[in-house]
């Protein structure tokens, strides 16, 4: 199979997978979900998953770090929960 048509079709693929990712995540927008925070990144949001493995980042206090919470995320960027 030619190295384009490998490529094409990995692109299509990856979009796919996107797509799916970021329509998992809006279903949870608006609802309670708990999240267990892993790390402050750089931008200062917390960062984690949901019970549902979706990635989640939210603005809280460093003791949420290495706790489950319960968040309520506002909207859904790029496959991720924003709360």
Request: aromatic share 6%; net charge positive.
């Amino acid at each position: 199979m030619p190295d384009k048509v490998k490529r094409a079709r990995l692109e299509r693929m990856l979009g796919v997978g996107e797509e799916l990712a970021q329509a998992a995540a809006q279903r949870w927008v608006g609802r309670e979900v708990d999240a267990l925070f892993e790390q402050r990144e750089r931008d200062g949001l917390l960062s984690g998953w949901t019970g549902q493995y979706i990635r989640l980042r939210a603005r809280g206090p460093e003791e949420w770090v290495g706790r489950v919470v319960r968040v309520t995320p506002r909207e859904a960027q790029g496959g991720e929960l924003i709360a």
